[in-house]
């Protein structure tokens, strides 16, 4: 079956970088577009970003856009979050995701979702 298993997650001061990796088995990455998504507590779920099967197109949300950066390893079937400039507002825990098209942007596009890493981000 399809497994996401994210890691990298932690806790780091303001300011400060993390890079959280989602390791994919059980689907053909290739073919796979991938996503992270986070939720704070009391919040709902918000789109980080996502990128394309073959890594060429990526989008990002607005709160993150310029600070995070998604990469993937189709050799290696991970996708990775590069987070810079950490501020606390982006505390959360964060969930990797695949999605059957190659692309996609809308979170119900989605199929199957990771168990999640928490990311705390202390000011």
């Known amino acids: 079956q399809v497994q996401l298993l994210e890691s990298g997650g932690g806790l780091v001061q303001a300011g400060g970088s993390l890079r959280l990796s989602c390791a994919a088995s059980?689907?053909?990455?290739?073919?796979?577009?991938m996503g992270w998504f986070r939720q704070a507590p009391g919040k709902e779920r918000e789109s980080v970003g996502g990128?394309?099967?073959?890594?060429?197109?990526?989008y990002y949300g607005e709160s993150v856009k310029g600070r995070f950066t998604i990469s993937r390893d189709n050799a290696k079937n991970t996708v990775s979050l590069q987070m810079n400039s950490l501020k606390p507002e982006d505390t959360a825990v964060y969930y990797c995701?695949?999605?059957?098209?190659?692309?996609?942007?809308?979170?119900?596009?989605?199929?199957?979702w990771g168990q999640g890493t928490q990311v705390t981000v202390s000011s």
């Open positions: 990128i394309s099967n073959n890594g060429r197109y990526t």
């Open positions: 059980g689907l053909t990455f290739s073919n796979t577009g």
């Open positions: 995701a695949a999605s059957p098209r190659s692309y996609a942007i809308v979170s119900s596009l989605y199929t199957y």
